[in-house]
Structures are given as C-alpha cells and as structure tokens.
C-alpha cells in the first residue's frame, strides 16, 4: 500500500514540475491595438492570427483597431477586456503568468481609480493583449477583478 502512494506522489510531481510554479515570459501587445470598444467583458486565449483578427472584428462595434500581427508558430495570445468603464482611470494588468504541472495561470487584475484622483469621465474600454510562449498546457485566465 506504502508503495501504492508513494508512487502516486511521485508521479504526480513528476508531472506537476514538484508543486512549484514557474514564471512563465509574457509580452505586452494593448499598446498595438489602440482604442477599441468592447461592450462586454472577454477572456479569450487565441491560437491562431484568423481567430484574433475576427475577435477584433466582431466584437468592438465600428471602432475597428486593426488586430495586431502575432507569430503563431511560437506564441499564443491572451486576450481581457472589462467592457465599459465611466473613466480615463481604469485599467488592466497583468499580476502575474505561472506554470504549474499542465497549466498556464494568467492572473490579471484591473486597477480602479482611487477617490480624489484625477481622471477624466469618459466611457473607456479596458483591453489587454498579451503574448506567452505556445504551448499544449491548459490556459487558465484569472480576472481578479478590481484592485
């Protein structure tokens, strides 16, 4: 039986990388999309330039920024937007991109304006476009929410 489990624990941290998130390299594309209007908030992984470029089509209602160019054969991209906000002082960011065992976890939070500081009340679409590594692991987006 003692062999039983220990060879359960050992092959699952074989394969979990030992219960140890990694950092994974990730690149920020939102300043390539400039303004967008996405009515609803998105959480979509992309895998390949058709799908991104119809995501940038369908979904912003007239205000078309042109999708940017992504290499597909190394990466794949992550896409968040927060739908409409009243002000210049919302945004979305990245906390932080692990790999753990067969799983990529995307943590992405949106900052709130903070009372008293200075934005500009306007309807903004938070976007955020990233980039990681292409992989076969399972994608996982957080969106944290506000912080």
């Not at 009243?86 to 939070?109: C, F, N, P, Q, W």
């Amino acid at each position: 039986m003692l062999v039983a489990i220990g060879g359960a624990l050992g092959g699952y941290f074989g394969t979990s990388g030992g219960g140890k998130a990694r950092p994974v390299a990730w690149r920020d594309l939102s300043a390539q999309v400039g303004p967008a209007v996405w009515a609803r908030p998105t959480v979509s992984v992309i895998r390949d330039q058709q799908k991104l470029d119809k995501l940038f089509v369908v979904a912003t209602f007239g205000a078309h920024p042109r999708a940017p160019q992504v290499d597909f054969t190394r990466n794949e991209a992550v896409l968040v937007t927060s739908g409409p906000r009243s002000s210049t002082g919302y945004s979305l960011h990245v906390e932080k991109v692990t790999a753990m065992g067969g799983t990529i976890d995307v943590l992405v939070r949106e900052r709130t304006p903070s009372l008293g500081e200075h934005v500009t009340a306007k309807l903004t679409y938070p976007l955020l476009l990233i980039t990681i590594p292409r992989t076969t692991k399972h994608v996982h987006v957080k969106y944290a929410g506000r912080s």
